[in-house]
C-alpha cells in the first residue's frame, strides 16, 4: 500500500479535530504516533458493560486520547420516552469518562407493541410539529437534568418525506435548542443527501441555505462524511462507506465561518479505510480548517 503523507498544515489555533473510533481500529489507533487526531468519538453502547475487555480497551482509549460519547439507540423524539435502564448506563458512562462532548439525535427509535417497548434498530425521521417538539424537548431535559451537562443534537437522513409541518427542520432544531439550551450537531453530508433525495434544486446551495437558519451560538460540533454513489434516481444511504465528498468538503468551509468554535468529526463507519488513511481525512479538515482560519484573521 503506499503510504499516505500528511498534509502540509498551517500552524495557528484550531478547534479540534477528531475521528470516529471503530472496532477494526482500535489496536491501530492505540499504537498509532500521529498528533493529527485531538479526539476520538466512541459509540456509547459499545462500553455500556462494567469490566471485561470492554471496560479494560475504554481505559486505554481514555489515556491516549480525548473522547466525545455519540448515542446511536437513545430516541430522543420517542413518545415513549427514554428508557430508565438505559438512561442509567448511559450517564454512568458519561460519569466515568467525563467525555469532551455527548450527542446524540434527533430521531424516534422506541414504541410499544402490546404494551412491551420495542426498540426499531434505526434511527426513524421526526415530524416537524408542535407535538413532536414537546416530546424531544422534554427528553432532552430529562438526559441533560441526568447528566448534569449539555447534550448536543444531531440532523438526521430521513428517506420519508412528512407532509410539511409548524417548523422547517432547521427552525425546529433551532427552537429545540433555545427551549432546552442543548447543543446542536451538525452533520453536513446528512443535510446534503436529504437536498440530493428529496429536491430537484442545487443540493449545495440548498444546503447552504440550511446553515445559515441555524443558531451560530448552538452548534458545538461538525460531522463530515461520504456516501456510496448511486444511480440517477435512486436514494443516496448515508453509509459512511466512502471518503468526505468534495460537496460536503465545500459546505465544511461556508460552516467553519458560521461555526468557528465547533469541533470537526470524520465519520467512516462502513468499507473502513486503514487507521492511516482515516487520519488523512482529519489532516484534509486541519489543512482546510487553518486556511479558514488565516482568512478570517
Known amino acids: 500500500m503506499t503510504a499516505i503523507h500528511p498534509i502540509q498544515q498551517a500552524q495557528t489555533n484550531t478547534t479540534p479535530i477528531g475521528v470516529g473510533l471503530r472496532h477494526e481500529h482500535y489496536s491501530a489507533a492505540l499504537l498509532s504516533s500521529s498528533h493529527s487526531v485531538d479526539f476520538v468519538e466512541i459509540h456509547a453502547e459499545n462500553f455500556f458493560a462494567e469490566g471485561g475487555a470492554a471496560s479494560r480497551l475504554l481505559d486505554q482509549i481514555t489515556e491516549r486520547y480525548k473522547v466525545s460519547i455519540h448515542g446511536t439507540a437513545m430516541g430522543l423524539g420517542s413518545a415513549k420516552g ?105 452533520d453536513l453530508n446528512n443535510v446534503l443527501v436529504n437536498y440530493h433525495n428529496f429536491t430537484n434544486g442545487n443540493a449545495l446551495q440548498l444546503a447552504r441555505q440550511w446553515l445559515r437558519h441555524i443558531p451560530a451560538n448552538a452548534v458545538k460540533e461538525i460531522h463530515l462524511a461520504g456516501s456510496s454513489p448511486v444511480a440517477p434516481g435512486m436514494l443516496i444511504v448515508d453509509d459512511h462507506a466512502q471518503p468526505v465528498s468534495n460537496e460536503c468538503w465545500q459546505l465544511f468551509d461556508d460552516a467553519m465561518t458560521r461555526f468557528p468554535a465547533a469541533a470537526t468529526l470524520i465519520e467512516w463507519d462502513n468499507d473502513l479505510p486503514s487507521w492511516p488513511r482515516l487520519v488523512y481525512e482529519a489532516d484534509k479538515a486541519r489543512c482546510r480548517q487553518a486556511m479558514a482560519a488565516e482568512l478570517m484573521a
Open 82 to 186: 427514554i428508557q430508565p435502564e438505559y438512561l442509567k448506563k448511559f450517564t454512568r458512562l458519561v460519569n466515568r469518562v467525563d467525555p469532551l462532548l455527548v450527542s446524540d439525535h434527533a430521531c424516534f427509535t422506541w414504541g410499544n407493541i402490546s404494551d412491551t417497548p420495542v426498540h426499531a434498530g434505526d434511527l426513524l425521521p421526526l415530524k416537524f410539529d408542535q407535538a413532536t417538539l414537546t416530546v424531544l424537548a422534554n427528553n432532552i431535559d430529562r438526559v441533560q437534568q441526568a447528566l448534569g451537562r449539555q447534550l448536543l443534537i444531531e440532523n438526521i437522513v430521513s428517506y420519508k418525506q412528512f407532509p410539511a409541518g409548524d417548523y422547517s427542520e432547521a427552525e425546529f432544531l433551532a427552537t429545540v435548542a433555545e427551549k432546552t439550551g442543548c447543543g446542536l450537531l451538525v
